[in-house]
């Protein structure tokens, strides 16, 4: 057995940790050429951290030559003469970069440079605030369809066996009853998931931090499409990832951009497939395809969020990607955040069981667990029939305002202008002729008293310059009639400008 001592609360990861530990015991002939290293579970096992920790700390050092591995023999000491530098990178992304380089001078560069436009962008969201307005930013559920008492009443039921259950600090995997009923509602032929394979967490959110710690000590790239949901890229971001872009369009992530990313680097994909955020639209078929098709050449696993699920206007949806690309390769995210509260903060992630339990230990690290109390609340929102009730509803109230939306758009928009047309949730996105600025919009909207979300502050490079997302969740009928003139006057009078080179333009393929 490799002796070594880990710091769990500092700053360098724990498979640098191993991976430096291993380095000095070869260094100090602590350990010799030929020398056999236990087993990446055995190890994983004997020091407490998952497999992909132990891998990671195990591949680098194969790359330097100081281990080498054998099929059916296992991995063995090298010898230490050979060269202890980091050997240079493949290029990827069209960029040639030594990997020192990348850290040191070119990642840190660019992401100073994203981080300074985030900050102007989301110093000028302030002026969404003001008072007075009539906001289509909002990406919350309307909270009036909340019933007066209903969570008095919910967590009564989750009490009426006593408080014991509530007392501690509950199950690593989360309640098995939550988990169980997560899984009969997300199984669908062919698909049968199993409570294994369900991991609570505090909203979707909570699990994009948790796999992005976890790509982090396996290596793994990262790839959001994009425009998306800008807490996703800065969840992975925080935690120390460059995220790499894949633009879409309403149909879909674009194949020839994701096809230049396909080098057979283990990598996660973040996709929105149905009712995305910000489009509202589904994933086509042949999109669909594409992915899996690509994931499968890659060894990519895809992280699909599926928030918006059980807000959609009509029966029929995409076929998961559980169903298409197998557990495996898929990680599927969901809450009830959009659909019922976002202040419940429960969400969950679905996969196989094996990477459910690799990561497991991840999450207690972050949070030992989630709330007990939330969950049963939960549980009882979802058994009880209230929850399925409050869908009916909510689908009622949202398409009859994204169908005022879109008559409003018909009849006050000027020509030129496009926009998608939601088939669930509450986001839309519209499209300005090219050479017009979404910014100058908002801009100019505040003016008239309206508000919107410009395309730059919904991609990671900041590009989509000419798009902009309207949400209509807790407007009135008579707000988003009345918002849409204002907003189409403000629009007259952008279009009155010749059109001409934006000026933001992000970092493109950067």
Known sequence: MIKLSLDRDGDNPLYVQIREEIRKQIDQRQLSVGDKLPTVSQFAKEIGVTQATIRRAYEDLIKEGLLGSHVGRGTFVCDPSRSLSPKPVKETSGVSRNMNLVDSEFLLAARRLRMGIAKNLDDLMILAQRPGLISFTSGIP???????GVLQRLALDALKNGQMPYQGYGENLGMF??????????????????????????????GVSVLAQAALESGQRVI????????????????GHWVESVPRDKDGPIPERLYRLGDNRQTLFYTCPELHNPMG?????????????????????????QIFHDIRFEESSPTSFLSELGPEQTVVIGSLSKSYMCGLRVGWMISSQERIQSIVSLKRAMDISSPPLMQGIALSLLKSGIYDDHLVKVRQYYQERCATLLDALKKYMPEGITWTEPKGGFHMWLDLPKGYSSIVLFLLAIEKGVAIAPGPTMDVDHRFVN????????????????????????????LKESPSEPGLSGLGDF
């Open 177 to 206: 009853e939550l988990r169980k009923e997560i899984a009969r509602r997300y199984s669908e032929p062919g698909c049968k998931i199993t409570p294994d394979q369900v991991l609570i967490t505090n909203g979707s959110q909570q």
């Open 142 to 148: 309307d909270p009036a369809f909340i019933e007066e």
């Open 224 to 239: 959001c499409e994009t425009p998306c949901y800008m807490g996703i890229p800065r969840a992975f971001g925080a935690i």
């Open 467 to 494: 798009g902009f997302r309207l949400s209509y969740a807790p407007l009135s009928l008579k707000e988003i009639r009345e918002g849409v003139e204002l907003l189409s006057a403000a629009v007259v009078k952008l």
């Open 281 to 305: 639209t589904d994933i086509s078929s042949s999109r669909q395809k594409v992915i899996v098709d690509w994931a499968q050449e890659n060894r990519a696993i895809i992280i699909a969020d």
